[in-house]
Structure formats: structure tokens, C-alpha cells
């Protein structure tokens, strides 16, 4: 009989909910009572907003248990461990009964994230239990040549995932069209769309498939060298990529004549990124590994015909290299069968915002918006009214709630003048105000500005003292049309996509929302209750109990009023700073 | 733009006079690899928490990298800093799903209790506040991070009770 296992999540936003402390007492308890079962980490198992998550699987059958603290540790330690008896209260998801959250996982199709979630990412045993480095077995002993190798993933349809959605066969086939001494293939894993973890989520829960994929490209290519290009804001995935490449080359899948097979050397390291979005882009990546200042070159020549140190380069993101196992493993129709015409395959998304089921879902493209939203992601906080949903992070756009029946393929999302971008979903619901995300997006885009491009550099500027005016309740007539004209100003205007894409959040909010700029501008009023500035504050005498907590809290002393007695607002002394409806404990503060 | 740190005045008063030998080994390890600047500085940040202007100089004598091009690169990358800073870093994510569930707030209610503002330090060189782009813990919105451990779910009550925790253990 198989030993019973025991997996709990840890990937970072386990850990970040107490999955650490969840293990170390299921261990505790594992060595006090001398249980003969396996505990085991793994990675993220998508259920985020039921972080953290312990697993077992016994001879009956499997079962996930959420939001487990150490105390329910314990209960299902003692109840389900040693006495076989399920803790059916906190099982979200089982394959023997209905359990509560059934619903997140119908209709997913995990490819990309195949082992995430099953495997313990630092065990490369593990990996290869799953078929890992089979793909890359197969393709060395069966002596496949590059052209087939790259035939092969143009067969799959795949495209890139990291947004831009160009074929990646393609990609490998210009690259391995030229001829050099030297190439290199580059993993893009600089995540920065703010709202997007679907990266962190692959690399911490299974570094050995985008390792795979890397071998595989550079295989194809005639590459020997590969680099992880990693941001630093997640240090557990680079620990996770560094642990995996040492345990690859103890194993021989890295480094010289791999798996016997003589002139085919293949090693690779970790480059980590210091924090600037724009390094997203391919030719600021390379600039960015060569040591400079991450800023985009002008393209041609493309990275194909002069990358990284002026060799021929392939780059891709993460999402897709960790596709490419399975595509070999299991051939290019079993990836190809997913999708729609010219979207194929499967596409990993994080849901966040004002979703209840934030967390990270694979589902064929095709799907539609409103589907992800409603039946995976269990609809809006609180039940709120679904505003907007935002796709592509900096710089894509705001889908309203009446296209939500748009499916995600690439055409389709570009179409409504957002873009299917890495995968980061943002919900908003009815008290999100589309200006001030606007104003968001473009203070982020002002920040991460090169510099390089004028109307990148000071276009954004001047569009975002235009939102921030109108937020602040200064909007003016003309200031709608004058975002436009800046926006397409920009758009032309800029070498790389940080820049031609930065409107893009400012142009589809005004194309959907344009009654709240008006609002704003016009009014001076903001339907969301969002933009302080535009908010009257008063006081409910019905709910005021005296306790004088907004008067002393106030910093221009705009309230009146003695202990025990309701107190009021001065509103010719009111700044709009809303310290006193942050500060009331008894929800007295009107907004309105 | 990403050289709005050039127009910062120098903090002298909280420059410390800093032990240069120790990042020896990283020069040597470093010296004659081709694109190895940002690893080099990174590896100084690492030592001494921040980029002390002496080990520029040193770095750049050592290692032949021009004082001009790092001073460029160290001003380009958000991760690089040119001063001192607390013991604890606490990063507060502003990424896209912190701020619609109100990271704007936790940032607040900080910089009140610590009475510093948004990449300042606490006199007693304990804190240092910085806002950071997403952090990766979307769902666990709002999120900060105070050295490696993440904190999330968090009202500004929530934030301050966990920085005061902080300060406490380390008066004690």
C-alpha cells in the first residue's frame, strides 16, 4: 500500500497566508507520533484566497483542505491522519464528493501549470516521476533534427505568452536561421505587470519545466548558453531556479555532450533584474544583462540576428517555455486541440481584485470573460456590482462589464482596445473609480519611463497632470480631447511597447467610461465614491456617538461638537482628506 | 522618468563611514567577466544595504567600469539606493490589485505612526518605508513586505500593529 501524502502549498503567497508555520507543525506532529506518511512540499496550487492549503491523498482518494491555520492542522492530523476520518467541514475540493469550491476548478485545463501544486519543486525526482526531461530525452535519443523540433511547436500554435502573442515557433525559426558561433536563449521572467503572478506561481511550483524548455529551445536554435532573466522582487523563485539547475546538471540535463549526445552542450544561469519594468522588452532585457541601463534599441536588427552581446537570440516568457515539454511529450495536436482558431492552446490567468476566488487559473483559450469571472473566479466581493475587468496590466486596457462575454484569444481582447498581455485580470467593481486606475496606470508608466523617447518621457507626464487635475476636481472643459491627442501623440511616437502602449489604460477607460470623466470634470463629482478631493463628508446623528475621535484627528479642525453630542462638519473648513471617515469607529462619516 | 534621484540632496548626516575590504571577493569574483556591473552592485547592496559612494570609486579603480556608467546604472534600477537605510525595509505593494483594495491606506497609516514619509528612514534607523511595485501576492491584496516575510490581507491597524510588534522585540 502507498503511503499516505501529505502536501501543503508553499509557494509565496502560501507562505505569506502561514503555510510555513502549517508545515512545521504538521511535522512536529509527524515526528512526535511516529507517522508513517509522506509530507511534502509543494508549490502553488492556485486556490489563493484559500491559502494556505494542505492536501492528503490516501488509499481513498484525495483531498484539499483550506484555510488551514495550525490549530485545524491539528484537528485534521488527529481526525484524518491517525483515525481516517476527513475533516469534511474545511475540504474545498475532493475527487470522492462535492466539496465547496468545486466551481474554481471547472473548466480548467492545466498545462502550463501541469505540476504545480503536485510535485515538490525542489526535487527534481519529482519532476521526472511526471515525465520531466522526457521531452528533451526523446527529442536528443530519437535524433530529431532542429527543423523538426521547431516544426513541432509551430504545429502546437502556441504563441507567446508573455503577451505579445507572436508564434514562437517562428521566433526559434529566425533565430535559428542565422548563423553564428555563439547563440543564446533568454527566459523573460522580469514579471512586472503590477496585478500578474502567473510567472512567480510556474517558476516557484515547477522551475524544472521552464529549464526544460529553455534545453529545448536552445536546442533548436543551436544555442548553448541560456540565461533566466529574474526579477528580484521574488527570491523564492530564484532559489527555487538556482536549486534546479544544480540538481539539472548533476543529472547531466545541463552542460556538456547532454544525455551522451556529443556537441550538444546546454547550461544556463540566473540573471537577476534590479527592478525596472521597461526591462520587459526584449532589447532593454539584453541591454539589461549586458549591465546597462535597461533601455530599448531600436529594432531591426531584432534579437533573432543580433541579441545578447550581438549573437542571434531567442527570447521567450516563462508561461510558454513551460509549455513546450508537454508539447513534445504528448505531440502538437494535444495542445493544439485547445483554443480557437488562431489562439491555441491554453492561457493561465491570475484573478485578483474584487473577485472572491482570487488565484491563478489555466483555461482553454476561448473561454469567456464572464465565465472566468463568474463561474471560476465565484464572482464579486461582497456582492458588488462587476464594473470592469483590466487585462494587460500598464499597458493594456479596462474591458467593460457589457463585453464581458468577449472570449480571450489574442484577436479578440485586442479588439476591444485592451490586450490579452501576460495574464494579470483585474477585477473592479462598482467603488472603483476608472479614472483614478487610469491615473494609476499612468503614474506607473511615468515611473518606469526610460527616458529614451520624448513623448514617452514627458507625453505620460503631461497626461498624468491631467488626470491628477481631474481627480483633484480642477478637470477642464477640452481635457478629455487633450488625453486623446497626447495618447496618440505617444502611441506613434515611442520605439518600444512600454511607450506606444502606456495610453492604452487612459483610452479605454475614456472609450467605456467617459460619463465619469465627465462626471468629474463637469460635476465635479466622482460616482465612485472614490477621488476624496470630489466627496462632501458629514456626520449620521443617528450613528455619531460624541467620542470626539474625528474632531482630535482632524488636521484643520473643520469638526465642532462636545463629548456625548453629535458633532459636525464645517465644510468651508474641509480639506477632503477623509481622516475622520478612516478614523470613525462607528461608520458615522457620510461620503457623499 | 527614472532619474528623479539625481535631484535628491545627499544625506550626509546618515552616511556611515563603511569597511571597504569586504567587498574584495566580490570584485575578484566579478573583474573580468563581461556584463557583470549590476551583479557587482547588487553584491555591494547586498553588504552594506546600500551603494556607499567610496565603493564606487573603489569598484571603479579596481575593475577598470567607468564611476559615470555606474552612477547611471545605479540611478536606472529601482533597486539600487545611494543612502543608508532602517534595519527593516518595509514594502508597501502598490501593484494594481493592492491598490483597488486601498494600499494607498496602509501607506498612510504607516507613514502617520512612524511619522516618515514614503522612502524616508525612522531616526532611530530602525524603519525605512518604500512603496514598491507588485510584489506578486495579488491575492492576498493589500500586501507588504518587511525583510522576507509578506504580510497580507491587511487593514492600516493591521500594518502599524505589525511594524510596532517589530519595534518592540527589538527594544527588548
Redesign the interface.
Known amino acids: 500500500m502507498e503511503k499516505t501524502k501529505v502536501l501543503v502549498g508553499l509557494a509565496?503567497?502560501g507562505?505569506?497566508?502561514g503555510a510555513n508555520k502549517v508545515y512545521n507543525k504538521l511535522l512536529a506532529l509527524q515526528e512526535t507520533d511516529k507517522l508513517d506518511i509522506e509530507l511534502k512540499k509543494t508549490g502553488c496550487i492556485g486556490m489563493?484566497?484559500r491559502?494556505p492549503l494542505v492536501e492528503i491523498i490516501d488509499e481513498t482518494g484525495s483531498y484539499l483542505y483550506g484555510e488551514i491555520d495550525e490549530e485545524k492542522a491539528v484537528e485534521i492530523f488527529d481526525k484524518h491522519l491517525k483515525q481516517s476520518e476527513p475533516v469534511k467541514d474545511y475540504v474545498v475540493k475532493s475527487d470522492l464528493f462535492k466539496a465547496k469550491d468545486d466551481s474554481f476548478w471547472e473548466g480548467q485545463v492545466k498545462i502550463a501549470l501541469r505540476n504545480c501544486g503536485v510535485i515538490d519543486p525542489e526535487n527534481i525526482e519529482e519532476y521526472e516521476e511526471q515525465g520531466g526531461y522526457k521531452a528533451l530525452e526523446k527529442i536528443l535519443k530519437e535524433k530529431i533534427s532542429q527543423e523538426d523540433v521547431i516544426q513541432t511547436v509551430l504545429d502546437s500554435g502556441i504563441r507567446g505568452r508573455g503577451g505579445g502573442g507572436f508564434p514562437t515557433g517562428l521566433k526559434w525559426r529566425f533565430a535559428y536561421k542565422y548563423k553564428s558561433d555563439q547563440k543564446y536563449v533568454i527566459c523573460n521572467a522580469d514579471?512586472?505587470?503590477?496585478?500578474?503572478?502567473m510567472d512567480?506561481s510556474l517558476l516557484e511550483g515547477d522551475p524544472h519545466a521552464v529549464l526544460e524548455g529553455l534545453a529545448i529551445g536552445g536546442y533548436a536554435i543551436g544555442a548553448s548558453e541560456g540565461v533566466i532573466y529574474c526579477r528580484?522582487?521574488?527570491?523564492l523563485a530564484i532559489k527555487r531556479l538556482n536549486i534546479a539547475i544544480e540538481q539539472a546538471r548533476e543529472k547531466g540535463y545541463l552542460g556538456k555532450n547532454i544525455m551522451g549526445v556529443k556537441g550538444f552542450d546546454f547550461d544556463l544561469y540566473v540573471?537577476?533584474g534590479?527592478?525596472?519594468?521597461v526591462c520587459g522588452e526584449e532589447t532593454a532585457l539584453i541591454a539589461?544583462?549586458?549591465?546597462?541601463?535597461?533601455m530599448p534599441r531600436k529594432r531591426p536588427p531584432f534579437p533573432a540576428e543580433a541579441g545578447l552581446?550581438a549573437k542571434p537570440t531567442n527570447n521567450n516568457n516563462v508561461e510558454t517555455y513551460a509549455n513546450i515539454p508537454y508539447i513534445f511529450l504528448n505531440g502538437p495536436e494535444s495542445y493544439s486541440k485547445y483554443g480557437t482558431e488562431k489562439s491555441k492552446g491554453t492561457k493561465v490567468f491570475?484573478?485578483?481584485?474584487?473577485i472572491n476566488h482570487?488565484?491563478s487559473v489555466e483555461v482553454p483559450m476561448g473561454v469567456s470573460i464572464r465565465d472566468i469571472i463568474f463561474k471560476l473566479g465565484g464572482g464579486i466581493t461582497d456582492g458588488k456590482k462587476f464594473k470592469a475587468v483590466?487585462l494587460g496590466?500598464p499597458s493594456g486596457g479596462c474591458i467593460p462589464e457589457y463585453l464581458a462575454d468577449t472570449i480571450v484569444d489574442y484577436d479578440s481582447v485586442t479588439a476591444t482596445g485592451a490586450i490579452m498581455g501576460s495574464g494579470?485580470m483585474?477585477v473592479?467593481d462598482e467603488t472603483?473609480c476608472m479614472v483614478d486606475?487610469a491615473r494609476?496606470?499612468l503614474d506607473?508608466t511615468?515611473?518606469?519611463?526610460?527616458?529614451k523617447c520624448t513623448f514617452c518621457?514627458m507625453g505620460t507626464?503631461r497626461m498624468l497632470e491631467i488626470l491628477e487635475r481631474i481627480t483633484q476636481g480642477e478637470g477642464k472643459e477640452g481635457d478629455i480631447e487633450k488625453l486623446q491627442e497626447l495618447a496618440y501623440q505617444i502611441k506613434d511616437s515611442s520605439l518600444c511597447g512600454l511607450g506606444q502602449t502606456a495610453p492604452n489604460p487612459v483610452l479605454t477607460t475614456i472609450k467605456y467610461f467617459r460619463h465619469e470623466y465627465e462626471a468629474h470634470i463637469k460635476d465635479k463629482k466622482c460616482p465612485a465614491k472614490n477621488c476624496k478631493k470630489l466627496l462632501t463628508y458629514t456626520v449620521d446623528p443617528e450613528k455619531c456617538t460624541g467620542c470626539t475621535v474625528c474632531a482630535k484627528n482632524c488636521p484643520t479642525n473643520a469638526i465642532d461638537g462636545e463629548r456625548k453630542e453629535v458633532h459636525t462638519i464645517r465644510q468651508d473648513a474641509c480639506i477632503q482628506c477623509g481622516m475622520c471617515y478612516?478614523k470613525c469607529k462607528f461608520d458615522a462619516i457620510i461620503l457623499s | 522618468m527614472r532619474v528623479k534621484r539625481i535631484l535628491q540632496e545627499k544625506e550626509t548626516a546618515l552616511q556611515d563611514s563603511v569597511d571597504l575590504t569586504l567587498i574584495d571577493p566580490l570584485i575578484e569574483k566579478y573583474k573580468s567577466k563581461k556584463g557583470s556591473m549590476i551583479p557587482i552592485l547588487q553584491g555591494t547592496q547586498n553588504m552594506y544595504g546600500y551603494l556607499p559612494e567610496e565603493a564606487f570609486i573603489k569598484i571603479a579603480e579596481l575593475t577598470g567600469l567607468k564611476l559615470s556608467e555606474m552612477y547611471g546604472v545605479a540611478t536606472f534600477y529601482t533597486q539600487f539606493r545611494l543612502n543608508p537605510v532602517g534595519k527593516h525595509i518595509i514594502k508597501v505593494c502598490h501593484g494594481t490589485a493592492c491598490h483597488v483594495q486601498n494600499a494607498t491606506a496602509i501607506s498612510e497609516a504607516i507613514e502617520d505612526a512612524l511619522d516618515i514619509k514614503d522612502g524616508e528612514t525612522t531616526e532611530d534607523r530602525l524603519f525605512t518605508l518604500e512603496s514598491v511595485a507588485c510584489l506578486g501576492c495579488c491575492s492576498l491584496a493589500p500586501v507588504m513586505m518587511i525583510g522576507d516575510e509578506t504580510y497580507g490581507k491587511l487593514t492600516g491597524k493591521q500594518a502599524v500593529k505589525i511594524v510596532k510588534e517589530i519595534k518592540i522585540k527589538e527594544s527588548n
Open positions: 509565496s503567497c507562505i505569506a497566508a489563493c484566497y491559502e514579471e512586472g505587470d503590477p496585478g500578474a503572478f512567480r528580484a522582487e521574488y527570491p540573471k537577476e534590479a527592478g525596472a519594468f539589461s544583462i549586458e549591465g546597462e541601463r535597461g552581446w491570475a484573478l485578483t481584485g474584487k482570487g488565484g483590466q496590466g494579470g483585474v473592479m472603483t486606475i494609476f496606470f506607473f511615468v515611473k518606469e519611463s526610460c527616458g518621457r507626464k478612516s
